[in-house]
């Protein structure tokens, strides 16, 4: 990572154990070759068996879940080659960035451990399809419970992130996927039937977004 970037963010007991559990099924069970779901809890709680397997059951790939609730882009960096570069993966779709914004980290901080995120991946898996995503569109009017889960993200925030995301994943070469559209109401925020805490997708809108995605796979 570049020195001028170092963790700003920590990993509690939870946390921890699952990083440790993804290295042992990635080193034991994992076959090389397959798809991986990279992100923070939006990616953890990805209906991806169901949503997956008539892709699985056509191509033959297992479609592996390593999604840590809160991950952020540092530690996203930090467990990139235990938890997902370590057995070569064909695909590795990438979701990041929503903690950032809602711990305040610094915009560049965030898109920098992203870069490289990037980089290292093409230098150690030149053969990896990479399907970075933009950041999900939040919204915090749905009730109390949704305010206090979206904190201070906001769409404004989001959106600005993304347009930088889209240059990188331009300049890195990478299939970008952005489904704010899809995803959005009419006034812009994340529409209520894809959602249920105005931050974390139901499996409604996991239906939209795994149906996006899979024509990226190769």
Request: aromatic share 8%; charged share 20%; with cysteine.
């Amino acid at each position: 990572m570049n020195k001028n970037f170092q963790k700003k963010t920590a990993y509690d007991y939870v946390q921890q154990t699952k990083k440790e559990n993804f290295s042992f099924l990635n080193e034991t069970y994992a076959q090389q070759g397959q798809t991986v779901l990279f992100g923070d809890s939006i990616t953890e709680i990805f209906n991806s068996y169901e949503l997956f397997y008539a892709f699985s059951q056509t191509t033959g790939q297992a479609v592996y879940n390593r999604g840590i609730s809160g991950d952020t882009s540092d530690r996203l960096l930090e467990r990139l080659e235990c938890n997902a570069l370590n057995i070569s993966p064909k695909n590795l779709v990438i979701l990041i960035g929503t903690n950032d914004i809602g711990l305040g980290l610094p915009t560049e901080y965030t898109l920098n451990n992203i870069k490289e995120i990037l980089q290292r991946t093409q230098k150690l898996c030149p053969n990896t399809n990479i399907v970075l995503q933009a950041i999900y569109p939040v919204n915090s009017h749905l009730s109390i419970i949704a305010r206090q889960m979206v904190g201070k993200r906001s769409n404004k925030k989001i959106l600005a992130i993304n347009e930088e995301l889209h240059k990188i994943a331009l300049d890195s070469k990478v299939q970008w996927l952005d489904l704010t559209k899809v995803l959005s109401d009419e006034k812009g925020r994340l529409a209520k039937e894809y959602c249920y805490d105005g931050l974390h997708l139901n499996a409604q809108g996991f239906e939209i977004v795994s149906e996006n995605i899979i024509p990226l796979l190769k």
